[in-house]
């Protein structure tokens, strides 16, 4: 990760991370199973809880992070943001 992008996800990578991942659970108790796309997915951190409730799909930079989130269930593509990722709007 490099950048503008790099320095944005470290100012939003803190001690709030738990946090987060329960509120975005939480926000999304109500939605139907269907397909799930984890932008910037990292390990599967989030994605992880969503497995099992539809596809989910990740894309991440970092190889060493998306090998971990396989592991998972998630379906991990290697992408960059800054050029974009493999996938057509629906």
Do not use: W
Request: hydrophobic residues 35%.
């Amino acid at each position: 990760m490099r950048g503008k992008l790099k320095h944005e996800f470290e100012e939003i990578h803190d001690e709030n991370h738990f946090t987060r991942k329960e509120r975005i659970i939480e926000l999304c108790e109500g939605i139907k199973a269907g397909k799930i796309l984890d932008v910037g997915c990292g390990d599967g951190f989030i994605s992880e809880e969503f497995v099992g409730k539809g596809d989910v799909y990740g894309v991440d930079i970092s190889e060493k992070r998306l090998k971990v989130a396989r592991e998972k269930g998630i379906k991990a593509i290697r992408a960059d943001l800054e050029t974009g990722i493999p996938f057509r709007a629906s």
